[in-house]
């Protein structure tokens, strides 16, 4: 004979389990719309707009280790490293494979000087064949050799990358500042040239062409290269040392 209080019982807990599961999952749409809505603006470079957003979407389900990497790109872009590192160590914590958060903790050890531990997130995620750009850690990783002024190792990162993509601006003037701190000025403005053809946009890398025709006696192109920089990042602080630099330039031309 069936066991009525039992299967009543076993029915109410099943019922009770898929009612909570079909809440969680509205929970957490819910909260990614909210998500959806604020990288749409970080995408645009509206970080306060994006950053209500993202603070809206954890108030309905925190648990979402996408919303917190977002969180922690908010506050990085609002200079704050070190609660932009509580919300990338967050997002690893809920998905501990998960690489962009790595890279972008890396990045915040890297901006703050720590580049030991920034080498050790780097490096966690170089051979993550699952990762899409593997090319961005490569790249990490030969800037902070860089600053630790291991300019063999460094250079062997920045070349990595470069064999994952060709071109790639970041890591062409890398290889461009390493060789400059090793006095190979030829083939430093030989990377800048072609970071400037893969980025013409990039300012901070014209300012770094421009200084690197001056270091070799270029006046001409070193202007050239200046006025890029001002043409691209007007009121910037980078334009105005770049004006500098121009000035500086053609005062000593007309010096008797």
């Given amino acids: 004979m069936c066991n009525k209080p039992v299967l009543i019982c076993f029915a109410a807990f099943f019922w009770m389990l898929t009612s909570c599961a079909a809440n969680l999952k509205e929970t957490q749409k819910q909260s990614a719309s909210y998500r959806n809505l604020g990288e749409a603006y970080l995408a645009q470079g509206n970080v306060t707009a994006a950053l209500k957003e993202f603070l809206n979407a954890e108030k309905i389900y925190a648990d979402d280790p996408f919303l917190q990497n977002?969180?922690?790109?908010?506050?990085?872009?609002?200079?704050?490293?070190?609660?932009?590192?509580?919300?990338?160590?967050?997002?690893?914590?809920?998905?501990?494979?998960?690489?962009?958060?790595?890279?972008?903790?890396?990045?915040?050890?890297?901006?703050?000087?720590?580049?030991?531990?920034?080498i050790s997130c780097f490096e966690a995620i170089t051979n993550d064949l699952l990762y899409a750009t593997p090319?961005?850690?490569?790249?990490?990783?030969?800037?902070?050799?860089?600053?630790?002024?291991?300019?063999?190792?460094?250079?062997?990162?920045?070349?990595?990358?470069?064999?994952?993509?060709?071109?790639?601006?970041?890591?062409?003037?890398?290889?461009?500042?390493?060789?400059?701190a090793q006095g190979k000025l030829a083939s430093a403005i030989s990377f800048l040239e072609d970071a400037v053809k893969n980025a013409p946009q990039a300012a901070d890398i014209w300012y770094d062409l421009g200084s690197a025709y001056l270091e070799n006696r270029q006046p001409d192109k070193a202007i050239g290269a200046f006025q890029k920089v001002v043409a691209l990042a007007p009121s910037s602080d980078l334009a105005r040392e770049a004006e500098i630099k121009i000035r500086s330039i053609k005062k000593r031309d007309k010096a008797p």
Avoid: W
Wanted: hydrophobic residues 35%; glycine residues 6%.
């Fill in 70 to 118: 977002d969180l922690g790109l908010a506050y990085l872009a609002k200079n704050k490293p070190d609660t932009a590192m509580e919300y990338f160590q967050k997002a690893i914590q809920l998905k501990p494979d998960y690489a962009p958060a790595m890279n972008n903790l890396g990045t915040v050890y890297m901006n703050l000087k720590d580049y030991d531990k920034a």
């Fill in 135 to 180: 090319h961005y850690p490569l790249t990490n990783l030969g800037i902070c050799y860089y600053h630790k002024q291991n300019y063999d190792r460094s250079e062997s990162y920045f070349q990595k990358a470069l064999k994952i993509l060709p071109g790639f601006p970041i890591a062409l003037k890398g290889l461009a500042k390493t060789h400059m």
